[in-house]
């Protein structure tokens, strides 16, 4: 067996590349499998370097060294490999997706725990050709969390609050926009807010749109936003981000499923895992078991569900 660290010397507020390489030095001492460190050198280097290191070897456990994004590269090159599992080692700023875990969140700061975890398959999202493993979306989302990379570097806004400062920036720039919606039980064309696909439960920072989103049950939820009014607009994120959607019947619709498509008008931001690409028309579909995925040492989390 083989273990890869994905480095991201860029994840975080300083480069963890000699931490990580010290603590597994210390680690793999005592052991007989073998490990790399690899720094990344720009965007989506990762997955090519998992392939690569897949077709190398037998098995091969990957840990991402960074944030979302990290992962979520780490995931692109590791799904459908049926030798390659993957997992996050949190090092980064934005950690939403090992939120989810609750209690056993802390254990993705543990390599110990990570290196002698177990895994299991988890079900992983594609759109256009592109994994997520936590949660897509369209719409005026989309382009909040695009836009917040801009805000979330200056010293007196930063963090969390950068999210805020997109939020209010687009909120001026307008709402709605229009699409046509179809899969998952509904076919709509009109003006929408935003559509959220969930996988995980938790990304902006900390929003929550579907808290019992399961990445293992073998569907995706949905939630299409419709044309909400600007007077009522913080009142409806507010219920979005704390899991609230069904106080506002009128404006949030749920559906469940494995497989949506949305069209624009014109070219639009989609947000996979915080990460941003772009395209008229999405094709989104779940692949349910379509990752393997090392559960940490000790994770209570997936008790009781089937492997």
Request: hydrophobic share 35%; glycine share 12%; proline share 5%.
């Amino acid at each position: 067996m083989k273990h890869l660290f994905i480095v991201n010397p860029a994840a975080g507020k300083r480069d963890r590349t000699a931490e990580v390489s010290a603590k597994a030095a210390e680690m793999f001492s005592k052991k007989d499998d073998e490990y790399e460190i690899y720094v990344t050198r720009g965007p989506m280097d990762a997955p090519e370097k998992i392939k690569r290191a897949a077709d190398e070897t037998g098995e091969l456990r990957v840990y991402s060294c960074g944030g979302d994004g990290t992962y979520n590269e780490c995931v692109c090159g590791a799904a459908g490999l049926s030798n390659v599992a993957v997992t996050p080692y949190a090092t980064g700023t934005g950690n939403d997706f090992i939120r989810m875990f609750g209690a056993d969140m802390a254990l993705f700061r543990d390599m110990d725990a990570l290196v002698n975890g177990t895994v299991r398959p988890m079900d992983v999202i594609d759109c256009n050709g592109r994994s997520c493993a936590n949660i897509a979306s369209v719409g005026f989302d989309a382009r909040v969390g695009t836009d917040v990379h801009k805000y979330s570097g200056i010293p007196i806004i930063g963090g969390p609050t950068g999210y805020v400062a997109s939020l209010a920036v687009n909120f001026v720039k307008g709402l709605h926009c229009h699409m046509k919606i179809s899969g998952c039980g509904a076919e709509r064309d009109g003006e929408y807010t935003m559509v959220c696909v969930c996988n995980g439960r938790y990304y902006g920072g900390g929003f929550n749109p579907v808290p019992e989103a399961d990445p293992c049950d073998g569907a995706m939820d949905v939630l299409v936003v419709g044309e909400v009014p600007r007077y009522k607009a913080l009142g409806m994120v507010l219920a979005y981000s704390k899991g609230r959607y069904r106080d506002m019947p009128e404006y949030i619709t749920p559906l469940r499923g494995r497989e949506i498509d949305i069209s624009f008008d014109r070219e639009s931001v989609v947000n996979i895992d915080g990460e941003a690409i772009y395209g008229r028309d999405i094709h989104i579909k779940l692949i349910p078991g379509g990752v393997n995925f090392i559960a940490p040492r000790g994770m209570t989390f997936f008790d009781g569900k089937n492997s």
